[in-house]
């Protein structure tokens, strides 16, 4: 992607120079000519145009206006965001510029942009506004993200909160082949021509096939009823989730795309099954994951502090949770104190997997507390 860059950069120093040398001359006419009492000569047209740059596929920096000129100039497909921790992204979007979040909501679109800065007269075009972002973070740093208003950035994500899997070191290579050949593919996809000479490039639309409408339409009522019964930011998720199937979709059908043998041309349509298995990923995967996310981040420190505690004991197989033992033995992630302990512990007896502490079982100076667990629980899992 970059081995013309060199040559295209060295001819644009040259057009620079040379469009120079013409401006000099220009004003030497002018000179002359108003010397003479002559009308002035037009300015010479420019060609030379704005700096190529390097082309891009991903980028860390996301200042906005450093994103916005690579998207303009070195990157007319679009960029991959990567950002390790999440949260320090999103809670740096307004620090230096109030409109940073409506910035990036209006990256979920990939429609035309301008933006325009206040020590450049000329504003930065930017004809398709197509970013992905990519990253984790930590699951406590999801509850101080999510209490702010909803302005539809968050319910854009697709949202991943999966259980905890054993270690285990892996034992199959990397398929680094296959996604070059892969990548190769995706890389010599063009824009095709404007309409007219001049104008800028255009993408070209990959139509969803007809005779998975009915599907689509059978999905999205489904989703106008689940948003019905949800709230806050899982209700403004499940308005984005007809979108992401089709964007989900297009990408199953690129994935098959690269991954078949020979040169087959590219997709020209996001077919019935594509749909189909976006549609599941959707409502049995993303769906599922977004109640979680949404729902884990919303609850109290005492809610999650008993969820950590439910799982101890399923995992366990505990008949009681002895309250010093628990602090001397196990540490678990929130239960640091007697208080927290006591407090996760408060929930679950209203939830009825733990009974109050029985009386007379206090001796000695600290006492011994230790909250049942119900037996009928054993008989559900």
């Not at 040559?7 to 010397?35: P, T």
């Not at 989703?223 to 019905?228: E, G, I, K």
């Not at 439910?310 to 009681?320: N, V």
């Not at 640091?336 to 007896?349: F, P």
Request: proline share 8%; hydrophobic share 40%; glycine share 8%.
């Amino acid at each position: 992607m970059i081995s013309d860059y060199p040559d295209r950069l060295q001819q644009w120093r040259a057009g620079v120079e040379y469009e120079k040398v013409i401006e000099e001359k220009w004003k030497s006419e002018v000179r002359d000519a108003q010397k003479r009492g002559a009308p002035p000569p037009l300015p010479p047209a420019t060609a030379a145009g704005p700096e190529p740059k390097s082309p891009r596929l991903r980028q860390h920096d996301v200042t906005i206006e450093k994103v916005a000129a690579l998207l303009g100039t070195a990157a007319p497909k679009g960029l991959l965001i990567w950002r390790d921790e999440l949260t320090g992204w999103i809670d740096g979007m307004t620090v230096y510029n109030e409109a940073g979040r409506a910035f990036w909501v209006e990256a979920y679109g990939g429609r035309p942009y301008r933006l325009e800065r206040q020590k450049h007269p000329e504003p930065i075009e930017i004809a398709r506004f197509a970013v992905a972002v990519y990253g984790s973070t930590q699951p406590d740093k999801i509850a101080a993200l999510m209490r702010g208003a909803d302005d539809g950035l968050l319910s854009r994500f697709l949202w991943l909160w999966p259980e905890p899997i054993p270690f285990r070191l892996g034992r199959m290579r990397p398929g680094a082949n296959w996604a070059i050949a892969a990548l190769d593919k995706l890389r010599e996809l063009d824009l095709q021509p404007g309409a007219q000479l001049g104008d800028p490039a255009r993408p070209i639309m990959v139509r969803l096939a007809d005779e998975a409408l009915p599907e689509l339409e059978g999905f999205g009522r489904d989703m106008q009823r689940r948003q019905m019964t949800a709230g806050g930011l899982l209700r403004s998720a499940l308005g984005k989730t007809r979108g992401q199937a089709l964007r989900l979709g297009l990408l199953l059908e690129f994935l098959w795309w690269c991954g078949a043998d020979g040169i087959g041309p590219p997709p020209s349509r996001i077919s019935a099954r594509a749909f189909e298995e976006a549609r599941r990923l959707i409502s049995d995967y993303f769906v599922p994951m977004a109640e979680r996310t949404y729902g884990d981040a919303s609850a109290t420190q005492a809610d999650r502090n008993a969820a950590t505690l439910a799982r101890w004991i399923l995992r366990e197989r505990k008949h009681e949770v002895h309250v010093r033992t628990l602090l001397r033995d196990e540490r678990l992630p929130g239960l640091r104190t007697a208080n927290d302990i006591h407090a996760a512990a408060e929930v679950l007896v209203e939830a009825e997997w733990l009974s109050p502490p029985p009386r007379g079982t206090e001796f000695g100076r600290r006492g011994r507390v230790a909250y049942p667990v119900n037996p009928r629980l054993w008989a559900l899992v």
